[in-house]
């Protein structure tokens, strides 16, 4: 395992895209020491900012430290462990291919950004734009699981592809935004405009206070689907807590955009269903 402890004290941002535990398996300690990050728009070696120490071989990297001014981290991965002890910057596991993050506090923005596969998994809150495209781009994540135990910003899977992204808590305002495919859950409370734009794709929004659906959604039938605890089973085996009363639940089922596609589904627990 590969030990970085972040021993930096600035406000200007740290950015360190590209380090990754397939990049770094078979390099010596001195060449990642070596690594060139940007402090602002200066590159420096990782090991002004890190202190390393153990063996990159694994593919598992552990970062300990006020991580909430690095960004990028795990950006590009394609396999491996990264596990970070605490909360972390904007952009963490963007475009990932393959491999496991776990955040065991806080990320900000982006995170997952237009990833393709692997799992993120981050314990605490997240920000804005989580599983989203950047600004110009077609299409977001197109598969992979990020979980988030707590609460999520807005636009969260921002013209979705493919892929699951589940928040234990809140989630803010148009999430699922031009969602293309792919799965969302919201165990908590949700902003407004969920699903504005959507062509195809699974909202499900299972908290308490439904929001108001857009005119642009058709109300579809109650039942009990059965794609429902099949999404709760596979949320479970990846670690992540789920109310068990959902099992038994029947929902209200809602299609549209109809201003798009139209064939996007939002799933509202019946008993809470306005």
Known sequence: ????????????????????????????????????????????????????????????????????????????????????????????????????????????GWVGAEMRRGLIHVKGNAGHLTGAAYRGSVKGMTGGTILVNGNAGNEIGLTMRRGMIAIGGMAGDVLGFNMIAGTILVFGECGIRPGAGMRRGTLGIFGPNPPQLLPSFRYGSTYRPQVVPLMLRTLISKGFQVDETLFESDFDLYHGDLVSVGRGEILFRHSMAS
């Open 1 to 108: 395992m590969l030990r970085l402890t972040y021993r930096g004290e600035t406000a200007v941002p740290v950015e360190i895209e590209g380090f990754t535990p397939d990049w770094a398996c078979d390099k010596s300690l001195t060449e990642i020491e070596q690594f060139q990050i940007f402090h602002g728009n200066q590159k420096l070696p990782l090991a002004e900012m890190f202190t390393i120490a153990g063996d990159a071989s694994d593919k598992r990297f552990e970062y300990e430290g006020n991580l909430a001014g690095v960004h990028w981290i795990g950006a590009h991965m394609a396999s491996g462990e990264i596990y970070i002890q605490g909360s972390v910057g904007r952009h963490v596991g963007s475009d990932m291919n393959g491999g496991k993050i776990v955040v065991e506090g806080n990320a900000n």
